[in-house]
Antibody, heavy 121, light 107 residues
Framework: EVQLVESGGGLVQPGGSLRLSCAASGFTVSSNYMSWVRQAPGKGLEWVSVIYSGGSTYYADSVKGRFTISRDNSKNTLYLQMNSLRAEDTAVYYC???????????????WGQGTMVTVSS | AIRMTQSPSSFSASTGDRVTITCRAS??????LAWYQQKPGKAPKLLIYAASTLQSGVPSRFSGSGSGTDFTLTISCLQSEDFATYYCQQYYSYPPFFGGGTKVEIK
């Protein structure tokens, strides 16, 4: 079965760090464009970052310089390292796979269930 | 950056209704547009990509149309399981912005 399972969310103080994981099954992370998308409580969806199959990475301006996307091919897992966290980073974080690659990245055809990150003192 | 504007932000409808949601891009995006459905506490689900291509497994009562800057999602005969929030997203360029969402509620 093709699926994504996130983990690593939790409560962290402002200025702190957290690393999210997204374990894939049924397909190979390194052969696909993989993204993180977040959703603040009661709000809409916001794309955060992408890693291409070739390894190139891109970030939303709101997280550039603070977040780092990466993957471990041996574990078939995607990561998001989040540093210098702020209250406005509080959200459910989803990992997602791009389907057919057209345009910038293609539509997201597979999503994880999400992991909650709360930044608060 | 290419921004996406959805309308309406919410509305009420009855089962069996035909409903249409509109999405407008701030610049032309060809057909690089997707529609997602999200239910409370759940991850979004891809319904349509390339503006009008139905994702595998999605019921045929869902359809999409448009190109350039103006797009629509139509549900031909609303079912109880369709009450949810719908988002459009452009993937023409970075950042791939989503629309603000349209919540479809039961009348």
């Amino acid at each position: 079965e093709v699926q994504l399972v996130e983990s690593g969310g939790g409560l962290v103080q402002p200025g702190g760090s957290l690393r999210l994981s997204c374990a894939a099954s049924g397909f190979t992370v390194s052969s696909n464009y993989m993204s993180w998308v977040r959703q603040a409580p009661g709000k809409g969806l916001e794309w955060v970052s992408v890693i291409y199959s070739g390894g190139s990475t891109y970030y939303a301006d709101s997280v550039k310089g603070r977040f780092t996307i990466s993957r471990d091919n041996s574990k078939n897992t995607l990561y998001l390292q989040m540093n210098s966290l702020r209250a406005e980073d509080t959200a459910v974080y989803y990992c997602a796979r791009s389907g057919v690659i057209v345009g910038a990245m293609g539509a997201f055809d597979i999503w994880g269930q999400g992991t909650m990150v709360t930044v608060s003192s | 950056a290419i921004r996406m504007t959805q309308s309406p932000s919410s509305f009420s409808a009855s089962t069996g209704d035909r409903v249409t949601i509109t999405c407008r891009a701030s610049q032309g995006i060809s057909s690089y547009l997707a529609w997602y459905q999200q239910k409370p506490g759940k991850a979004p689900k891809l319904l349509i990509y390339a503006a009008s291509t139905l994702q595998s497994g999605v019921p045929s009562r869902f359809s999409g149309s448009g190109s350039g800057t103006d797009f629509t999602l139509t549900i031909s005969c609303l079912q109880s399981e369709d009450f949810a929030t719908y988002y459009c997203q452009q993937y023409y360029s970075y950042p791939p912005f989503f629309g603000g969402g349209t919540k479809v509620e039961i009348k």
